[in-house]
């Protein structure tokens, strides 16, 4: 299994919508379909925290993104998603997406009150 990539960070006002794109490279299909990846954010001085997951069809979230932020991923491109709906300043964190063990370097998301 290759490096992993985020995409797709950036600022927003409060109440609005980003999402973010993971990139997953050499990886054969088999392999990516049956891994679980997902999501993991780290805002200014506070621990690293569970966003948001999926393996196969089964999804996770953190209760304080549940309703507003939906993970999805295509096999076929290798790639894992996470729409952020509803966006709060409490959401401002460098979101770091993982496939398996590899992690990407993270793409920070800033939410403006």
């Known amino acids: 299994q290759g490096p992993v990539q985020e995409s797709g960070g950036g600022l927003v006002q409060a109440g609005g919508s980003l999402r973010l794109s993971c990139k997953t490279s050499?990886?054969?299909?088999?392999?990516?379909?049956?891994?679980?990846m997902g999501w993991y954010r780290q805002a200014p001085g506070k621990e690293r925290e569970f966003v948001a997951s999926?393996?196969?069809?089964?999804?996770d979230y953190a209760d304080s993104v549940m309703g507003r932020f939906t993970i999805a991923k295509d096999n076929i491109k290798r790639t894992h998603s996470l729409q952020m709906d509803s966006l709060k300043p409490e959401d401002t964190a460098v979101y770091y997406c993982?496939?398996?063990?590899?992690w990407g370097p993270g793409t920070q998301v800033t939410v403006s009150s």
């Open positions: 999926i393996r196969g069809s089964s999804t």
């Open positions: 050499r990886t054969i299909l088999s392999v990516f379909t049956s891994t679980s």
């Open positions: 993982y496939c398996g063990d590899r």
